[in-house]
C-alpha cells in the first residue's frame, strides 16, 4: 500500500530532518511510530498524508508514484486517507456534527443521509450532547475526540494518527484505541504516532522507531502480529 525508498524531507533551506527513511507499509497492517520529540514523527506522517512531497527519494502509494501523479489528481489519493492530526486542524465556524460530516460531504452525500451516522459516531465518542458546540468551545480531548470521529467516518484504506490519545482520559483513549483495532480487523491500514510507551505493549503491532530523522524498525515487545515490515 505504502513504500518509501531513500526518503528525504528539508523545510526550506533548513537541514534534512528525515533522512534516507525506506519503509513498506502493507494494506492491513498495523505500526505504531515512535521517537522523541523533534525525531520527525509528524513530518514522516505529512509524507504519508501527501501534505507535503520529498525533498529526495522515492514515494509509492496505493500503486502511485507519488511524484508523478498530477496536483489535480492528490485529492482523489487523499480521500483515501483519513488523519488525526496532532494539533486537530478543525474548522472553527463548523459545529463538531459538521466538522465530523466534512468528508463524507466532500465525497458527494447528501446532508441528510449522512447526519444519524455521524450523530451515532459522535454519541459513541461521548459527544452525544455537543453535536452543535463549534470547536473553539470544546475542551482538547472533546476536540481530539470529533478529530478522530472525522478521521475514520468515511472509512479510509489508511488511517493515519498523530498522537490521537494525548489529550484522552483512559477510559475514552482506550475506547478510541479498540476502535482502530476494530477498523484494522475490518482492513484499514494504520500508523499511529506516539509518546505512549505503553500504547506498544498493550497493542502488540510492530514499532517504527525514529531517531534523530532516521527510522529504526524494533521487534514489539508486546509480541507482533505482524512481521515488522521496514525494508532494509
Ligand atoms: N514547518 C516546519 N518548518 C521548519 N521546520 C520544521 C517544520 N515542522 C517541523 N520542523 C522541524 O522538523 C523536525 C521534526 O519535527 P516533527 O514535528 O516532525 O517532530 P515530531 O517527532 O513530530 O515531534 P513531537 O513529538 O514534538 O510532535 C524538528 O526539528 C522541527 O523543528
Ligand atoms: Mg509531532
Redesign the pocket.
Known sequence: MVRFENVGLR??N?PE?LHDVSLSLAPGSYHFLV??????????LSLLYLARRPTRGLIQMFDHDIAAVPRDQMPTLRRKIGVVF?DYHLLDHLSALENVALPLRVAGNDRGKIRDHVIELLEWVGLGDKLDVRPPALSGGEKQRVAVARAVIARPKLLLA??PTGNLDDTIGERLMRLFEELNRLGTTLVV?T?NNNLPVRFPHPVLR?ED?ELHPVANQGGGRHAVSTAS
Do not use: F, M
Open positions: 523545510y526550506g533548513g530532518v521517537g522523541a520529540s523533534g525525531a520527525g514523527k509528524s513530518s514522516l496532532q498523530d498522537e504516532a509518546h525514529l530523522g
